[in-house]
């Protein structure tokens, strides 16, 4: 009995301390199957996935986001992240620069990147604005296609 | 007659089957192919126009911008490839940036804008006389470039394993001062791909 109770408390842990996890920067989104496993939404598996994680690790981690204005005045950001998980992790980001009424700004250079993850390692990224009139950005992700 | 009527109909249907689909170009979730496609070019163009803008090398300390002329980008791969599949995605954004401007004038053929001289050629004729001579192009109008793009796009192609094989792709750009012939950038990208010795990469 006291063991069932034990497993029951590690697992109800594991599941808060999955779901308690704030976003460093609301503009990177870090979609499902990046930032975790679908095993996560599913709700059968996901107290299982919520202990598996506590062990393995859960995918990629949002650590910190720099953004700042390179010599030429163009708007560059810098991403760090964490690859909890136990494997390699590979995904694609893509970014939509925005200027000062909100409007996206066209490039050329605005395409799917990937980015590979070592296992339990840190990871940085770079990326640059396209004209000097950007002021803000959206960075969508995806699982890199196979 | 029934066996006639069977061999006429099915290929009628099976043509009608053909499953055509057009290509999300900007979420492309398709497979993978041996040879470049346009997801290698997009991916060496963004990195090469990101590593420029990063690098603050077309930042004129007055402000003003600089001349830019697209010379020869040569293909060493076994493929038939347009080089302008790169050159005009760089151009496009590099003049976008604000901190460049391209010139038609001099450069490879195909950044050339034949009309330039051609202009020149009907002033210097007899048809000059029939244009407004205001409008014409005078001489010494042409603004000389102050820099010039050139590259190369080679391949390797090596063997993997038993069944498969590596090839790569490199794409290398330069960005040359005319005046001094000094060399302001260059990046280097490298595309790899491994897949079956079955497929062909040219």
Known sequence: MKKIFLMLLFVLSAVILVGCNEPVDKRVNLVTGVNSSTLADNVLTRPVYGAFTLLAGYGIELKDVKVFRNEAGFMEIQVTGYNSAVYKKRFDYKVDWLDSNGIAVNSKANVWTTVSAKSRTVFYFKTVAPTKDVVDYRMNTRETPK | ?202
């Open chain 2, 1 to 202: 007659m029934k066996k006639f009527a069977i061999l006429f109909v099915i290929p009628l249907f099976l043509l009608g089957c053909t499953d055509v689909q057009k290509i999300d170009t900007t979420n492309d979730t398709g497979k993978q192919v041996m040879s470049l496609d346009y997801r290698d070019f997009d991916q060496a163009a963004s990195e090469m126009i990101q590593s420029l803008l990063s690098s603050g090398v077309l930042a004129k300390k007055d402000g003003s911008r600089y001349v830019v002329a697209t010379s020869k980008v040569i293909n060493d791969t076994m493929q038939r490839i347009d080089t302008d599949q790169l050159t005009s995605k760089i151009e496009e954004d590099l003049t976008n940036s604000g901190q460049v401007v391209m010139t038609s004038a001099v450069g490879s053929k195909s950044s050339r804008d034949e009309t330039v001289y051609e202009m020149r050629d009907v002033r210097d004729s007899s048809k000059g006389e029939e244009f407004n001579q205001g409008t014409l192009p005078q001489k010494g109008q042409i603004v000389s470039p102050e820099l010039s793009i050139s590259g190369k796009i080679f391949q390797r192609n090596l063997p993997y394993d038993k069944k498969n094989q590596q090839v790569e792709y490199y794409f290398q750009l330069k960005i040359t001062d005319i005046k001094t012939g000094l060399r302001f950038w260059q990046k280097e990208v490298l595309i790899g791909k491994r897949g079956s010795n079955k497929t062909v990469s040219w």
